[in-house]
């Protein structure tokens, strides 16, 4: 069998079914030195033949299991691929087990491994471009890779281990469906946005609530964090059989994992199937904030906001979009003016731009965010603090020029992260005090990190540092100034 199979694997016509992910981190770029072909040189001694591969181990007391002399090459004739990123191309073996079959690495100073249940025989192939597909999507250094499922239903990711690795699968999630059955079938597209997996997948067939004739495109965030997957739905569209909306995964793109080097994959937004039925009522007196594509269709959008004084709440604002007007939505006060554009970046990687606005007060220093979902506009809120007071509801920067920040003053920042932001502040430490204590900190600097979830942001990280006013910290604020950095 062992041998049939190397057969298969050494054609250069295997088709797409089964993927390895394993190259260079997200920032490698497509001009990259190519990766050296010989194999590493190490404590471990290696023959090969066109029939078999022996390997001796050093250290019998190690946790890394043997290789077999049958094993099998299943990186020959293809793209070679370096694992611990040393610059040079490493080993990759199969060999059969009681369950299924174990994938043995050779690097230069270890051997790599993880079991994979099932029948199916694992095998390395490479894009039509050349590369073989790649990430590391837990920064640590080693990449992990993908095996393509044998239907569209998912996927295993697969992160390697001296000691051991892990078989993750990757779908479908809670929420998701497919019924196959009566003639109905499930597409899956998977692709990579810096260390995020984006997993699209389409369902119909009288499931969860859908007709017969109705389907659903979903948009699944994964991410890997501390050895687990941790997933995240961030959209979905209802749609007709018929009528698919631009961008939904077919059978043309089922299964397939773009997890490239030299790119991040472009992911095709979500958008409705159907028209928007906001109604578009809005007073003369309403500005256009800003014109751009926030949804990816390549159709410029309008942000319209109005205020309605002395009437709770405030501030309002819409999004006119090319197949409707969302409903609108209530937004911090905007005391005599704005909202204005600050910035616009696609944190959680949905294909879909957040909007960070101004709200200008007293301190004209007050920023929101705005997320578009299919048909529906929200600010963004902490997770862990919601307001129920739209005037502070999601405000990033507080604070800025006046009130508990004499009298020094405060500055803050908000900076975009892959998948989230950074928000810090200075300000002194005895804030309306106009005498400080010589003996306590005059200045602090807060730092949180939040991620953008279920259209909330999460805390999930933070400190806070005391210092001299005449003595910042050369990274603080107070130094490189205030803003919002997107």
């Known amino acids: 069998m062992i041998e049939a199979v190397k057969r298969s694997v050494a054609l250069t016509g295997v088709v797409v079914a089964w993927a390895f992910a394993v190259a260079a981190c997200s920032d490698s770029t497509a001009d990259a030195d190519p990766v050296p072909t010989e194999p590493p040189t190490s404590s471990t001694s290696t023959s090969t033949s066109s029939t078999s591969t022996t390997t001796t181990l050093a250290e019998p007391d190690s946790c890394v299991p043997p290789v077999p002399d049958d094993a099998a090459h299943i990186s020959a004739n293809r793209t070679p691929v370096d694992v611990d990123g040393d610059g040079v191309a490493d080993e990759f073996l199969v060999s059969e087990t009681d369950e299924g079959h174990r994938i043995h ?35 640590d250094g080693l990449l992990e890779f993908f095996l393509p499922p044998n239907s569209t239903n998912g996927a295993e990711l697969v992160r390697l281990g001296e000691c051991g690795g892990t078989v993750h699968e990757i779908g479908p999630h809670e929420g998701e469906w497919c019924l196959r059955d009566d003639g109905f079938h499930c597409e899956r597209r ?113 942000i319209i906001s109005w205020e309605a004084a002395g009437v709770a709440p405030e501030g309002w604002l819409h999004i006119e979009l090319a197949h409707g007007v969302t409903e609108p939505v209530a937004i911090p006060y905007n005391w005599g003016g704005g909202p204005e554009l600050m910035a616009t970046a696609d944190v959680d990687g949905d294909g879909v731009l957040e909007v960070f606005l101004t709200a200008p007060s007293n301190t004209a220093r007050n920023a929101f965010a705005v997320q578009l979902t299919g048909c529906t506009v ?14 502070s509801r999601g405000l990033l920067l507080h604070g800025i020029g006046g009130g508990s920040c004499a009298p020094t003053g405060c500055v803050a920042r908000v900076s975009c992260t892959a998948g989230g932001i950074v928000v810090e502040q200075t300000g002194p430490n005895d804030h309306r005090n106009e005498q400080f204590d010589p003996d306590d900190p005059e200045m602090y600097w807060w730092r949180t990190v939040y991620e953008l979830r279920d259209g909330a942001w999460h805390a999930v990280g933070g400190e806070t540092t005391y210092y001299q006013y005449d003595d910042p910290p050369p990274d603080s604020p107070q130094v490189v100034g205030d803003g919002l950095h997107c």
């Not at 100073?109 to 837990?138: F, K, N, Q, S």
């Open 190 to 302: 998977i692709a990579c946005v810096g260390q995020d997996i984006i997993s699209d997948m389409t369902s119909g067939g009288d499931v969860e609530g859908l007709d017969a004739d109705e389907w659903r495109w979903g948009r699944t965030l994964i991410r890997l964090e501390g050895g687990e997957l941790v997933v995240t739905p961030i959209a979905s569209v209802e749609y007709d059989l018929g009528d698919p909306p631009a961008g939904v995964p077919t059978a043309a793109d089922a299964g397939a994992v773009d997890c490239f080097p030299d790119v991040d994959a472009v992911i095709p937004p979500i958008a409705s199937g159907s028209e928007c039925t906001g109604t578009g009522d809005r007073p003369a007196a309403a500005a256009e904030v800003a014109e751009l594509d926030i949804d990816g269709d390549g159709v410029p959008d309008r």
């Open 105 to 139: 690495v050779l690097l230069a100073d270890t051997t790599l491994w993880v079991d994979v249940p099932g029948d199916a025989w694992p095998r390395l192939i490479d894009r039509p471009a050349g590369g073989a597909a790649a990430r590391d999507l837990d920064d």
């Open 378 to 391: 929200a600010v963004i809120d902490y997770a862990d603090e919601p307001s129920s007071d739209v005037s």
